[in-house]
């Protein structure tokens, strides 16, 4: 059991929360800013408005100063006002708020300690797993039909469902670390979308490299299967869910791998916000997407289960996860003193 990843620092807590302000703010000084003084940027702005508030003249009429002078204050006081706010939206989901939960599976899994061997024997386990062991043996003690019963459907039963359990803690955990590896991936978006978008925007005029205005998000994770000798027995060998050792092979936020690339230049400040503005929407559909399968795994794993131990209930039969009755529960003082159950 490895211990729980942790959010690299600058995307954790107050550290990211400032760095989204600052930059968003950042970013719409400097929108306003080369609005303003940017030649093709602010005619871009001038013919847009003009056109807005005058669809019935001609597009190229004479515009009055003193209605140029509204639209210098419109861009300082209107146009931008929406960037803030909206990254101010992308402050959540926070991928620490996972870590109680995260904590509470792997101490559940801890608990089981050990591991089984190939005869269902629990290796290096606590006394209370062992103890298991300790009943087959004193069982052998004893003969009859209801000695035969609890050990073949009981304590063999047994001794697999518990190291299904501790599986079934390792691998929700698992996809709880990969879940909170999504949203530290979205948030390393969040802050290199920014960084992107001032750049983008200081270049007007100037020319610009190419690859200075090109972003793109990192908030896919490992896909896989899941395998192994335990898995193996609950339906979901061929089942597609993520991939934790995968995605932490990799790194938590990786420097490649980008799902989607975005082109941010553009020749005037209003077409560069429209394009952060589209980025934006990007970026939350790339997170949707995770998420969908980030929930369609557990709701996966949580179905295996929950099928499992129903059939278990109804037909009193053993499964992965669930141990049936075994007959000695129900027996007679006349049937244990009538041989069913006595000393070999």
């Known amino acids: 059991m490895s211990g729980r990843a942790a959010t690299p620092p600058e995307l954790a807590g107050a550290a990211y929360e400032q760095a989204v302000r600052r930059q968003a703010q950042r970013l719409k000084d400097e929108l306003i800013r080369q609005t303003l003084e ?11 408005k003009w056109a807005g508030d005058h669809p019935d003249l001609p597009f190229n009429s004479p515009i009055p100063p003193e ?25 959540v989901p926070d991928p620490d708020e996972l870590n109680p939960a995260i904590d509470a599976l792997a101490q559940i899994e801890g608990m089981f300690e050990g591991e089984a061997d190939f005869t269902g024997n629990w290796v290096g386990a606590n006394a209370a797993l062992v103890r298991i062991n300790d009943v087959r043996t004193e069982m052998s003690g004893w003969q009859g039909a209801f000695s035969s019963n609890f050990t073949d459907n009981f304590l063999t039963p047994l001794q697999n469902v518990v190291p299904n359990h501790r599986e079934l803690m390792r691998l929700s955990r698992d996809q709880l670390e990969c879940t909170k590896a999504i949203y530290c991936r979205f948030r390393k978006s969040v802050l290199e979308l920014l960084d992107k978008s001032i750049q983008a925007v200081q270049s007007l005029g100037g020319g610009c490299d190419p690859d200075v205005a090109k972003w793109g998000t990192i908030t896919a994770v490992v896909i896989g299967t899941v395998l192994g000798p335990v898995a193996a027995g609950w339906g979901l060998v061929a089942a597609v869910i993520l991939d934790a050792g995968g995605t932490f092979a990799g790194g938590l936020v990786p ?60 037909t009193n039969v053993s499964g992965p996860f669930v141990v049936a009755t075994p007959a000695l529960a129900d027996a007679t003082p006349a049937q244990l003193l009538g041989g069913a159950f006595r000393p070999a």
């Open 67 to 91: 209605e140029v002078e509204q639209y210098r204050e419109r861009v300082r006081t209107q146009d931008y006002e929406w960037i803030v706010p909206t990254f101010e939206r992308l402050l």
């Open 38 to 48: 940017d030649v093709a940027s602010w005619k871009r702005a001038v013919d847009d």
């Open 255 to 314: 420097s490649e791998g980008r799902k989607t690339e975005t082109d941010l230049a553009a020749p005037t400040a209003t077409e560069i916000a429209m394009k952060i503005h589209a980025a934006v929407s990007t970026l939350g559909n790339d997170l949707y997407s995770q998420e969908e399968v980030a929930t369609a795994a557990m709701q996966m794993m949580a179905g295996v289960v929950g099928d499992h131990r129903s059939q278990g209930a109804r």
